[in-house]
């Protein structure tokens, strides 16, 4: 799919580690926070309500390559992509630059479900006015 997103961030000293560099946990925290910025620069957030049920995205896979550290204080571009939209699912591909150097690619795999309080979740449709602001972005 053709959309394509770029946040900033700022890293700060709590991402950091005893090392001096942002810990290996802290991208997927960034990816996370990019994720729920994408949404809101769609006009929707990863958790809404519509027709009275809660409409949410729970993980189904996670995962981040390493290549460069990142540093307190550097400010970094991170680049999401959706290179998957099936039926329930969307796939998002991060990266991570300081400047022009590449740090870090990850990636997001996410279902579509219902998650009403008091209710088993299930996994439903893509609905399609979500579908048309994805592709309208």
């Not at 991208?27 to 990019?34: G, I, K, R, S, T």
């Not at 729970?58 to 981040?64: N, V």
């Not at 969307?90 to 150097?101: A, I, P, V």
């Not at 990850?106 to 008091?118: A, D, E, H, S, V």
């Amino acid at each position: 799919m053709p959309d394509h997103y770029r946040s900033k961030r700022r890293i700060e000293f709590a991402d950091t580690d005893m090392a001096g560099i942002v810990h290996f946990s802290r991208f997927f925290v960034f990816m996370e926070a990019a994720e729920h910025e994408y949404w809101r620069h769609l006009g929707l957030s990863v958790h809404l309500e519509r027709d009275g049920d809660i409409i949410s995205w729970p993980r189904m896979s996670a995962s981040c390559d390493y290549r460069r550290p990142a540093r307190f204080e550097d400010e970094l571009d991170i680049d999401l992509r959706i290179e998957r939209q099936g039926g329930k699912t969307l796939t998002y591909q991060f990266e991570f630059f300081n400047g022009d150097e590449l740090l870090a690619r990850g990636q997001l795999k996410t279902i579509c479900c219902i998650c009403n309080p008091g209710e088993d979740m299930r996994a439903v449709p893509i609905p399609d006015f979500i579908t048309a602001k994805i592709a309208a972005a």
